[in-house]
C-alpha cells in the first residue's frame, strides 16, 4: 500500500488468519477498511478489489500508481471471497527475454507487487539461472571460454535455456554474473515473504 500511495497503509488495516479455503474478506471498523486474508497474496488481492469496485482505480502495468480520496467509502458489511483454484501461475520462459532481460530491482519490485495485487502466488523465478550453470560447469572443470560459447546473452537466455541455441548473444561479464545473483536472491526473498511459490528452472534436457 505504501508504494502504491505514500501513507495509504495508515488508512488500511490488514488481517492474515488460518483457513481452509483461500480467501480475503472486507469489512470496516473504527472508520478504516479491514482487509483480511489467509495470505499476503490474498491480502494484496482483496485490497485490489476494493481499489477497483469501491474506487474505480486499477493497478495497472502501465499505471503502477493510485490516487485515494480525503475519504475511503466503507463496506456496508463483510464482503468474502473464496476461491478453489489454489496455485495461480505467471509468467513463461519467453517473457524473461522479450520484457524483462535488463530489469532492475526496482522494476521487479513493482511487478512482484503486481503480481500480488491480482493473486499470482507461482511466478517462474529464472532470473539469474545462467549463474546457477556458470557455477556448476567452472565446478566441472570447463574453461571459461568453453562457458562463453555455451551460455547465451542477457536478451536469449531464455531460448538457451529451452535449448534452442548457444552462446547466441554473449558472451557475459563478471559484472552480469554478480548483478543477476543479487536481483535473484532478492526477487525470491520478497516473493516468499509474500507467501508466493517461486517456480525454478528444471533440466531442460542439454547434453
Given at each position: 500500500?505504501?508504494?502504491?500511495?505514500?501513507?495509504?497503509?495508515?488508512?488500511?488495516?490488514?488481517?492474515?488468519?488460518?483457513?481452509?479455503?483461500?480467501?480475503?474478506?472486507?469489512?470496516?471498523?473504527?472508520?478504516?477498511?479491514?482487509?483480511?486474508?489467509?495470505?499476503?497474496?490474498?491480502?494484496?488481492?482483496?485490497?485490489?478489489?476494493?481499489?477497483?469496485?469501491?474506487l474505480h482505480q486499477q493497478v495497472a502495468w502501465n499505471n503502477f500508481r493510485i490516487q485515494l480520496p480525503?475519504?475511503?467509502?466503507?463496506?456496508?458489511?463483510?464482503?468474502?471471497?473464496?476461491?478453489?483454484?489454489?496455485?495461480?501461475?505467471?509468467?513463461?520462459?519467453?517473457?524473461?527475454?522479450?520484457?524483462?532481460?535488463?530489469?532492475?530491482?526496482?522494476?521487479?519490485?513493482?511487478?512482484?507487487?503486481?503480481?500480488?495485487?491480482?493473486?499470482?502466488?507461482?511466478?517462474?523465478?529464472?532470473?539469474?539461472?545462467?549463474?546457477?550453470?556458470?557455477?556448476?560447469?567452472?565446478?566441472?572443470?570447463?574453461?571459461?571460454?568453453?562457458?562463453?560459447?555455451?551460455?547465451?546473452?542477457?536478451?536469449?537466455?531464455?531460448?538457451?535455456?529451452?535449448?534452442?541455441?548457444?552462446?547466441?548473444?554473449?558472451?557475459?561479464?563478471?559484472?552480469?554474473?554478480?548483478?543477476?545473483?543479487?536481483?535473484?536472491?532478492?526477487?525470491?526473498?520478497?516473493?516468499?515473504?509474500?507467501?508466493?511459490?517461486?517456480?525454478?528452472?528444471?533440466?531442460?534436457?542439454?547434453?
Amino acid at each position: 500500500l505504501g508504494r502504491l500511495e505514500k501513507g495509504a497503509s495508515s488508512r488500511f488495516v490488514t488481517e492474515r488468519v488460518a483457513a481452509e479455503k483461500d480467501f480475503f474478506e472486507l469489512s470496516a471498523r473504527k472508520g478504516k477498511v479491514v482487509v483480511r486474508g489467509n495470505t499476503y497474496v490474498n491480502i494484496a488481492a482483496g485490497v485490489h478489489y476494493y481499489l477497483k469496485h469501491y474506487l474505480h482505480q486499477q493497478v495497472a502495468w502501465n499505471n503502477f500508481r493510485i490516487q485515494l480520496p480525503d475519504h475511503l467509502p466503507l463496506p456496508k458489511q463483510v464482503e468474502r471471497h473464496e476461491t478453489d483454484l489454489q496455485l495461480r501461475y505467471d509468467f513463461n520462459y519467453c517473457t524473461h527475454s522479450y520484457s524483462m532481460a535488463f530489469w532492475d530491482w526496482e522494476r521487479w519490485e513493482q511487478e512482484i507487487d503486481w503480481m500480488a495485487l491480482h493473486g499470482i502466488n507461482l511466478p517462474l523465478a529464472v532470473t539469474g539461472t545462467e549463474c546457477v550453470w556458470f557455477n556448476v560447469l567452472k565446478k566441472l572443470g570447463y574453461s571459461r571460454e568453453e562457458i562463453d560459447a555455451f551460455i547465451a546473452g542477457p536478451g536469449f537466455l531464455a531460448w538457451w535455456l529451452m535449448n534452442n541455441l548457444e552462446g547466441w548473444g554473449g558472451p557475459n561479464p563478471d559484472s552480469w554474473y554478480a548483478r543477476q545473483e543479487a536481483l535473484q536472491k532478492k526477487i525470491v526473498a520478497r516473493m516468499r515473504e509474500l507467501d508466493m511459490h517461486p517456480v525454478f528452472a528444471g533440466y531442460s534436457g542439454m547434453v
